[in-house]
Nanobody, 126 residues
């Protein structure tokens, strides 16, 4: 079906930057939206950012906690979404998950689905 693979996580110091990537592959016909969520230890998974392209128009949304510091972008030709993170804070630490709403070819025809990656760890030290 569809697979999402994140990369780019790591350990950085507060104030530094990091860029995450997420590549989608499989029987993809169209990706409607892609986004990022994160989960800190012992906490629920929270929304970070989404990017949607409709009829050539691109719309982005961000959680208030990352506005002005994070930038989401997308390469439609590569089915890849990026999350550029700047001015990182210790509270940005967590596992970052990529998600995508996809129109794909299945055994029974065309289907839509929401898919998630396995996650990539981001650790920001103070």
């Amino acid at each position: 079906q569809v697979q999402l693979v994140e990369s780019g996580g790591g350990l950085v110091q507060a104030g530094e930057s990091l860029r995450l990537s997420c590549a989608a592959s499989g029987s993809i016909l169209r990706i409607n939206s892609m986004g990022w969520y994160r989960q800190a230890p012992g906490k629920q998974r929270d929304f970070v950012a989404t990017i949607t392209t409709t009829r050539g128009n691109t719309n982005t949304n961000y959680a208030d906690s990352v506005k002005g510091r994070f930038t989401i972008s997308r390469d439609n030709a590569k089915n890849t979404v990026y999350l550029q993170m700047a001015s990182l804070k210790p509270e940005d630490t967590g596992v970052y998950y990529c998600t995508a709403d996809v129109l794909y070819a299945s055994r029974s025809g065309v289907a839509t689905g929401n898919f998630w990656g396995q996650g990539t760890q981001v650790t920001v030290s103070s």
